[in-house]
């Protein structure tokens, strides 16, 4: 079995990143505004699952919302500017290495269509025993273990959705220099609100996120 970090996109997005995989394979390639569209759309689904899905989870008025409604206005903002900075053009070359990079984005669990990675089975297990011992009450040091483990999270997240993507596309110095720019405010932006966020919740808040993130952590 293989541990995946994964979560299902909106099922209309899903839809429009298979079809333009069927279209590619045949040779019918998408337009650029399309390809700048599903790469918004993945960037926002990223987003969803780590932030604004917590966000509803937690107190509107408690302060690990507060923390990462900030994170998420900061890694859209980002995001958004970039993707319409880097892919004014796409050639069927850069969409040809999209696709190689949605399809292994494409996770499949108990039958349902995922966007994510795989992670190794150390990062794996370690996720699933603190997210256990949560919510099994026992929660001696598990706020600063949680901490070190999604700070380690940030960066394969960052490799996976963040370097790959990038990576797909033909940049020149300046574009380099803008995608560089972009990928240590995310890290700094998620690091900062990390080191903060277990900190802040209560008890009880804590055992509802962990049971968010189960259903992301996920063995298959």
Known sequence: MTHYFSFPLDHALQAAIDNLLAEQAQGRYASPETSIRL???????IIKALAL???????????????????????????HVLI?????????????????????????????????FIMSDDTGERFQKLLGRIMAGDLTNVR???????NGFIDLAVTSFYDEFTGALDLGLIK???VDVGR???????????????????DEDLGKVAAHYTTMFVKA
Not at 53 to 79: N, P, Q, Y
Not at 144 to 150: I, P, R
Not at 187 to 195: C, D, L, P, R, Y
């Open 39 to 45: 790469a918004t759309g993945t960037t926002d689904g």
């Open 53 to 79: 899905d917590v966000i509803a989870i937690l107190r509107s008025d408690g302060e690990g919302a507060g923390i990462l409604d900030v994170l998420a206005r900061l890694l859209k903002s980002t995001m």
């Open 84 to 116: 319409k900075q880097i892919m004014g053009k796409v050639d069927r070359g850069e969409q040809d290495r999209l696709a190689v990079y949605l399809q292994h984005r494409r996770i499949v669990v108990d039958g349902q269509t995922r966007f994510g």
């Open 144 to 150: 600063s273990e949680l901490t070190t483990a999604m």
């Open 176 to 178: 380099r220099k803008l």
């Open 184 to 202: 240590g405010t995310i890290i700094k932006g998620s690091q900062t609100a990390v080191a903060r966020l277990f900190a802040s919740m209560s």
